[in-house]
């Protein structure tokens, strides 16, 4: 928890130092955001996995900057998109084998 409460200040001083300067900021993290990115569990171990793949604090302070118009992340490797209010988070989807590209018209 520690370590976590760490990270999200730290994206938190970035989002509010670059803030005054963008009209637009694309935040792009290893882990998820949203629960509703996330596969849906097949086994009970998924379930357990589950606590690994991101954070719901993370969602919660991409969501308090709303110049964060777009949020990607990878770890899971499945492909989902959420929108949350002006945010769009996508999970890319990649994997080791297969490579995908996202293309924003902005």
């Known amino acids: 928890a520690e370590f976590c409460c760490e990270q999200l200040e730290r994206i938190e001083g970035q989002l509010n130092a670059i803030a005054p300067r963008a009209e637009r900021v694309i935040a792009v993290t290893h882990m998820a955001a949203f629960v509703d990115l996330l596969p849906p569990p097949k086994k009970e171990d998924d379930r357990f996995m589950r606590a690994f793949h991101g954070s719901a604090a993370l969602g919660e302070l991409l969501l308090r900057h709303p110049k ?3 949020h990607f992340h990878g770890h899971i490797h499945h492909l989902a998109r959420v929108r949350k209010g002006g945010l769009e988070s996508v999970s890319v989807g990649c994997t080791y ?10």
């Open 97 to 106: 084998q297969t490579k995908r590209v996202e293309i924003l018209d902005l």
């Open 68 to 70: 964060v118009t777009h």
